[in-house]
């Protein structure tokens, strides 16, 4: 009798020896006796990252194929990267799953077509494709090309088609991207980022000066005190939060968790403290009331490193929810007043005694006065004890000695108060003195692989590369823009970093048109677009829904998925003339004609937009750098050929840029020559190499660099890769793509592919990738010294002053020679040279954050100013006030957020993750269940005013109805990864359900407190 392995393991596994199976007939010779090889011993090892989310893990990849001329390598086998100092090894499912990714049944292999009205796709050729698009977008565009606006100003811009841009793929696409869209005018040029963190740059960049996260996954160790809140890191982000668990382990840090429910993070907390989703300004402008009720304020680091002593204009005022300069009729408010009181010499005045009542940090303390821990708890409904535990905690890290950490991420982005939000928890940071310190910071735990790399190059409506702002219609010409962005220092002896801003936009318009962009033509100023509002995604979907675009592009993009209110989503995609997606997998978007029951009930035939869905590479199958959520720009390598005809993202860019340059070259056209003189300078112009992209991201000399300090030297000659962005110059003798990354491929080779990953102290690793800027880990690093230049704390000394230079295990964030003893301080890229607790005129809706409620309230009134319940300044389009609900009839919050076995809507078409998290559910509270009936495994049915959804119901513990304002609120979670595309079983769109409403000064949509209604299916 012959028996399978498996069958023999199953039998031995039921209780007998092998023996007795002997002994009864079974004989497994041939089972037993097989011998495995060492599965890798043939195999090709290449070094990766996880494509997925922003820990940016360390992959080995092995393939078969030796390299050999007919050889055909494909992956077999994913591992942990070991040497990777974040990872150390580990994958958490999504990326243990990554093999399942690579050979996903809905990997794209060939071009595809769908007519208008067809029900079907057809195969294409990538010629006929490509040739076929670049028509479209030719005779849309010179139909539509606005070049001059009403004032006769030159704008150069095209509306009628926009671009997504991939958020998983490499900067060498991301730049590549910029240049091709700007180059044609389009300003709906959008990221992910948009629809993530955007809130994040807003906030981070006005109050320190730069918009990212400012520490490391792995300096979370250092800390002694872990707070997650507006995130869920265990859940989200697995691998980077092994250090908070280090932090625990090995220096007893206290991790405290505050969200809606008891999550995964929670069920590894010393304490969890339940919140209402979107009142998080309501509890954190507690916490500064109580901190400064109870003196838990570092006070050297206020006074010397923040603005608390700045004195404020008198045209700033707040009163009954309602700031200064509000204007009704446009509910807009004019920021003008929000100013520092200036002296004669245009610095701001300062009180160093903070007695004069006109000084921020007096403002601050009257405006946070209003949160007592009793209102607290009213808005919150939080506990009061359990708000003041918290309070006691976060204080006891005023301590010179004692530092504590934030983790956050979409939970704290995705609300109309996203910005402020986030700039609430960097204020308290600054009163604590935690930011610089190693253990500390605001640490925005980005979503996707390379969202911060995309961040960084400007793929967003109104941004340009390295955080320089795209000119708007109003910056007439480059003189004014060049004025208007370049700011002047408002305290004696700043750095002011941003200064040197015509250095890095001349330098990026030299990339843009080389020889073309000269000192005559202003370096080529007036062929960028020039906006007059943001075309962010909810702004482009709403012209799309008013039938005022006709194209769209979406590379590595699901928006029907991503976006919120679905079904607005599609109704707008229907409206296109055509829509081109181009994405390794089969998504939703691409397919959005077709009908898919309740979860996509569209009419195919009289849908009339032409589809292409063509089919790209993937992350193990291109060479290029991804940024992690600490900056750093991880290089990483091809291990195997795409399948079928797909091809890298640059390639395709490339093809379809080259064929609308011929279009115009031979028929010319609107406005040729931002096309005709782009600098298009690749080896072969139809497929840029990725080495060719990093390089020109880095920046080169045009012509010899004299060194200022050494006479007769030279920072770099002609033709030379830059060393850093202190090369650049205003002049037109050097180019550079994204000034942030210069130093990331300079001539001693590429930075990016480092890998020592040797501890120069406190857990960094400056010697593995490279991270911006100039290779600096914790970002203003120079506040970790007192004025003197001693480290605050002995035992976490980064870096100091060593009586000549500042010296230490990370690059100092300051003048390498700049003495202690001046007047210059940490923040080196404010014009303040301080943190500011005051953000002045850089955010939309007031510069101290305000408790306002969500846009869909579930207590219809704001218990601090009920005349102002929402953010006033809010952006909400006519037809979706419309489809806004009310608390009567959608009396439940929901909230969104994703699994730890998903990465959005990608896993669900890898094998592993699908069999991980096959179906649909959504999370709903033991006595809400009670109330409606609902038992664990009911199918329910969740609505708003925008549309319904169907999933199981998990009727559990984890979400606690809460008291707010003297009503109960019941909250349910709403996990998102389900469609009707993929390998597990076909859901329902999450976003189906959210506002198409977005926070007030990024439009990042209110996706984590909405209303919903609830009933059994
Ligand atoms: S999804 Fe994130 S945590 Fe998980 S393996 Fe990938 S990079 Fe690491």
């Not at 640490?443 to 409506?461: E, F, K, V």
């Not at 003495?819 to 940490?826: G, N, R």
Request: glycine fraction near 10%; charged fraction near 20%; aromatic fraction near 10%.
């Amino acid at each position: 009798m012959q028996v399978t392995r498996r069958q023999f393991f199953k039998l031995t596994a039921g209780g007998m020896a092998g023996s007795t199976i002997a002994a009864l007939g079974f004989t497994p010779g041939q089972a037993l006796a097989d011998v495995r090889a060492y599965k890798l011993q043939r195999a090709t090892e290449t070094r990766n990252n996880c494509p997925y989310c922003s820990v940016g893990c360390g992959v080995l990849m092995y393939s078969l194929g030796d390299g050999a001329k007919n050889a055909i390598p494909s992956i077999y086998h994913i591992e942990g990267d070991p040497d990777h100092p974040v990872s150390r090894g580990s994958l958490c499912p999504k990326g243990a799953g990554l093999v399942d990714f690579i050979h996903s049944a809905n990997r794209l292999k060939y071009p595809e077509y769908r007519a208008p009205g067809s029900d079907k796709w057809q195969r294409i050729s990538w010629h006929d494709a490509l040739t076929r698009i670049a028509g479209l977008m030719k005779a849309d565009r010179d139909a539509n090309f606005i070049e001059k606006n009403t004032d006769g100003v030159t704008v150069n811009r095209w509306l009628t088609t926009g671009f997504l841009a991939a958020s998983a793929s490499s900067n060498e696409t991301g730049i590549l991207t910029q240049k091709v869209t700007r180059s044609l005018g389009i300003l709906a040029l959008d990221a992910q980022a948009r629809v993530c963190h955007a809130p994040t740059v807003s906030a981070l960049a006005t109050t320190f000066g730069r918009g990212g996260m400012t520490n490391t996954w792995v300096d979370i160790r250092n800390a002694d005190f872990i707070l997650v809140m507006g995130g869920n890191a265990a859940e989200a982000h697995p691998v980077g939060f092994k250090w908070a668990i280090e932090a625990k382990r090995t220096r007893g840090a206290r991790l405290v968790v505050v969200d809606p429910r008891f999550n995964r993070t929670a069920a590894v907390a010393d304490l969890y403290v339940p919140i209402r989703a979107g009142s998080d300004i309501a509890f954190l402008g507690g916490v500064i009331n109580w901190l400064i009720a109870n003196d838990k304020i570092q006070w050297e680091y206020v006074k010397s490193y923040t603005n608390a002593s700045l004195i404020v204009g008198d045209g700033y005022s707040f009163d009954d929810g309602l700031f200064s300069g509000f204007d009704a009729g446009h509910g807009k408010y004019d920021r003008s007043g929000w100013q520092y009181a200036l002296d004669e010499n245009g610095q701001a005045r300062r009180d160093p005694s903070l007695q004069d009542p006109r000084c921020v940090w007096n403002l601050m303390k009257a405006h946070y006065s209003r949160y007592t821990p009793e209102v607290v708890s009213n808005i919150t409904g939080t506990p009061k004890d359990a708000f003041l535990q918290v309070c006691a905690m976060l204080g006891a890290t005023s301590a010179r000695d004692k530092v504590g950490t934030i983790l956050y991420a979409l939970g704290w982005t995705q609300h109309t108060t996203g910005t402020q939000n986030i700039r609430t928890m960097a204020m308290i940071q600054l009163l604590l003195g935690n930011i610089g310190m190693p253990g500390g910071g605001v640490n925005a735990l980005r979503g996707h692989s390379n969202i911060q790399g995309l961040s960084d190059l400007g793929l967003l409506s109104t941004s340009l590369p390295g955080y320089l702002v795209l000119p708007t219609d109003k910056q007439t010409d480059y003189a004014t823009y060049i004025s208007q962005s370049t700011p002047k220092p408002v305290q004696a002896g700043q750095l002011n970093y941003w200064g040197n801003t015509p250095k890095f936009f001349v330098s990026l318009m030299k990339w843009f048109w080389g020889d073309n962009a000269t000192a005559a033509n202003n370096w080529g100023f007036d062929w960028l677009p020039k906006w007059d509002k943001s075309y962010d995604v909810l702004q482009a979907m709403e012209l799309m829904h008013q039938g005022k675009m006709n194209g769209y592009i979406c590379q590595g993009f699901n928006p029907i998925a991503a976006f919120p209110d679905k079904n607005k989503t599609v109704a707008s995609l229907s409206k296109l003339k055509f829509l081109v997606t181009i994405d390794p997998l089969a998504t939703e978007t691409a397919a959005f004609w077709q009908n898919h029951g309740e979860q996509n009930d569209v009419d195919t035939a009289s849908i009339r937009t032409e589809v292409f869905r063509l089919p790209s590479t993937c992350f193990a199958e291109e060479d290029g750098a991804i940024v992690n959520s600490s900056r750093w720009l991880q290089w990483h390598w091809k291990g195997a050929n795409p399948p079928g005809e797909a091809r890298p993202d640059q390639e395709i860019m490339a093809e379809l840029f080259v064929a609308l340059r011929e279009l115009y070259r031979k028929d010319g056209g609107k406005a040729p020559e931002p096309i005709l003189n782009l600098a298009w300078p690749y080896r072969d112009p139809l497929n840029p190499t990725p080495e060719e992209l990093a390089k020109e991201m880095n920046g080169r000399a045009l012509a010899d660099i004299p060194d200022p300090k050494n006479p007769g030297q030279f920072l770099a000659k002609k033709g030379e890769q830059i060393p850093g962005f202190a090369a650049l110059q205003d002049d037109g003798s050097t180019m550079c793509a994204c000034w942030i990354f210069a130093g990331s491929w300079t001539q001693a080779g590429n930075q990016m592919a480092r890998r020592d990953n040797a501890d120069t102290g406190l857990g960094n690793t400056p010697g593995w990738a490279w991270a911006w800027p100039a290779n600096r880990r914790i970002l203003y690093n120079r506040a970790s010294c007192d004025p003197a230049g001693k480290p605050w704390d002995p035992a976490r000394q980064l870096i100091k002053w060593n009586g000549e230079k500042w010296v230490g295990a990370d690059v100092p964030d300051f003048k390498i020679d700049e003495a202690p003893d001046t007047a210059m301080s940490p923040f080196i890229m404010n014009n303040e040279g301080v943190g500011r607790l005051f953000a002045v005129d850089k955010m939309a809706d007031g510069p101290f954050p305000e408790h306002y409620e969500p846009m869909e309230s579930p207590i219809g009134t704001n218990p601090l100013h009920p005349k102002v319940v929402s953010s006033p300044a809010v952006r909400l389009f006519a037809d979706d006030r419309a489809r806004m609900g009310v608390h009567t009839d959608f009396p439940y919050v929901g909230t969104t957020y994703r699994l730890t076995e998903h990465f959005l809507f990608w896993t669900k078409n890898s094998r592993l993750n699908a069999i991980m998290q096959p179906e649909q559910f959504v999370e709903i509270g033991e006595a809400l269940a009670k109330e409606k009936g609902i038992s664990q495994g009911d199918t329910v049915k969740l609505s708003s005013k925008r549309g319904f959804i169907k999933a199981k119901a998990v009727v559990t513990r984890r979400i606690k109805a809460l008291q707010v304002n003297g009503q109960t609120v019941h909250q349910i979670g709403i996990p998102l990864h389900w469609g009707f595309e993929g390998a597990t079983q076909k859901g329902f769109i999450t976003n189906t359900l959210a506002p198409f409403v977005g926070d007030v000064n990024t439009q990042t949509p209110e996706y984590k407190s909405f209303l919903v209604n609830l009933e059994k299916a």
